[in-house]
C-alpha cells in the first residue's frame, strides 16, 4: 500500500463501512440515480467501477442493464467477498493506485471513492478512469471548488472535498462534459449523500 488511506480502507474501518453500506433505501436511491445516467449513456456493454466496496452501484446497474458485464475494484477483501457471492460482477481485489487491467470499457466510475484519496496520488486514479475507458467517465462525490480536508468520522486526512471533474477534464483536453447535477441528502423520496455527480464523454 502506498498511502495511508489505502490501509485504512483495507482494514478495519473498511470492514465496519460495510454495514453502513447497505440498505433497502441506499438500493431504490442509487437505481434512481443510475437510471438516470443511463439515460444520458444509452445502453452499456461493459461498466468499471473503482472503489466498489459491496457493489451497491453493481447491483443497481444490473437492474438496470441486465446484459451488462459489471467488474468492480475493491481494496477490502471482506467486501469483495460479499460482491463476489452474489455473483454477478467480475471483482478485482486491489487499490485503485496500483491496479492493472487487460479489459477497457464503455463507462468506468468513481462514486464516494475519490473523495478518501491521497490528494498526491488521485492522479492516477484519473489516469485509470481515462485509459480503461473507450466512451464515458462518471465521477460522483463531494464537490468544493478548492480543494480542502476535512474530518471524516473522528478521522484526519481521510475525506477530501475539490473540483474532480475539472482536474481531469483538464488533464486530459478531449474530455467533454456530457451532464452534471446534484443528489441531496434531504431528497423526499430518494435521498443520497449531498453528492455531485458529473458524466463525461471521451473524445474519438
Not at 437505481?31 to 444520458?40: A, G, N
Not at 443497481?60 to 477490502?76: D, Q, Y
Not at 468506468?108 to 489516469?127: A, Q, R
Not at 486526512?157 to 482536474?167: I, M, P, V
Request: glycine content about 6%; some cysteine.
Amino acid at each position: 500500500m502506498k498511502t495511508g488511506q489505502e490501509k485504512f480502507w483495507q482494514g478495519e474501518f473498511g470492514k465496519e463501512y460495510i454495514s453502513r453500506n447497505i440498505g433497502a433505501k441506499l438500493a431504490a436511491a442509487n437505481l434512481s440515480f443510475f437510471s438516470e445516467v443511463i439515460r444520458r449513456t444509452g445502453n452499456l456493454g461493459n461498466i468499471l467501477e473503482m472503489g466498489c466496496n459491496v457493489g451497491m452501484n453493481l447491483r443497481a446497474l444490473r437492474s438496470l442493464l441486465p446484459s451488462c458485464k459489471l467488474t468492480g475494484i475493491e481494496i477490502n477483501e471482506e467486501a469483495a467477498k460479499i460482491l463476489r457471492e452474489w455473483g454477478e460482477a467480475e471483482v478485482v481485489v486491489d487499490s485503485v493506485l496500483d491496479v492493472t487491467l487487460d479489459t477497457t470499457y464503455e463507462l468506468t466510475f468513481t462514486k464516494g471513492l475519490l473523495i478518501h484519496i491521497n490528494p498526491d496520488y488521485v492522479n492516477e486514479v484519473y489516469k485509470r478512469l481515462y485509459e480503461y475507458s473507450t466512451k464515458y467517465i462518471l465521477i460522483a462525490e463531494y464537490y468544493n471548488p478548492t480543494p480542502v480536508a476535512l474530518e471524516y468520522r473522528g478521522h484526519k486526512d481521510r475525506l477530501y472535498k475539490r473540483d474532480f471533474a475539472n482536474e481531469i477534464m483538464t488533464l486530459y483536453s478531449d474530455l467533454t462534459l456530457k451532464d452534471y447535477g446534484f443528489l441531496y441528502r434531504n431528497d423526499p423520496v430518494y435521498p443520497q449523500d449531498d453528492i455531485t455527480w458529473f458524466l463525461m464523454e471521451k473524445g474519438k
